[in-house]
């Protein structure tokens, strides 16, 4: 018979994963959604930009916390800051901390606040957009490097 060992770590390993996909699933859909949103229904871009807001403060930030928690109790069960891999990947999430408190929950509001005046087509609208877009790319590539650095591991 097979024998089913399973750890808290494996459990606390589930959890961090699991916040992982909800944190950073949900920014990978934004340039569909936002593209899909401006063809289809741009009168609703200003409730777009106010979802975004909300997703950031309700299930982004909260998903990050649990991903950096889980991550904490990970390293200090079995593994230890020394690793390249794991410093790494501390400062990114730090990094995508910092960028969704100066940059994301601004600019969203911002977005928000002139797409309800209706001036989508002002200069400050475009500089923003491009703001969150660049950045949002930017998120994203920190992301798949971070992923990649979890799963290869380099230095073990
Ligand atoms: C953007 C942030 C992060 C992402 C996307 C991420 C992703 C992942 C993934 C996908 C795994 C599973 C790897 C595998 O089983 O091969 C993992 C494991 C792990 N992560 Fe993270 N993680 C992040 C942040 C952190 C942080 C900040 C820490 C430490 C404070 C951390 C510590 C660990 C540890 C120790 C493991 C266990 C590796 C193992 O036992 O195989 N992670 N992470």
Known sequence: MLALAIT???VVLTVHILAVVVAFGVM???PVMDAQVRRASPADVAALHR???ALGRRVIVPAMTVVLLAGLYLTFDRWS???PWIGATFAILFVLFGLGGAVFAPTDLRLAELAERGETGS???AREARKARLF???SLVLVVVAIFLMVAKPGV
Do not use: P, R, S
């Open 51 to 53: 979802l975004q807001v």
């Open 8 to 10: 808290f770590y494996d």
């Open 28 to 30: 990978f859909a934004y």
């Open 81 to 83: 800051f020394d690793e």
């Open 136 to 138: 949002g790319a930017l």
């Open 123 to 125: 200069a400050e609208y």
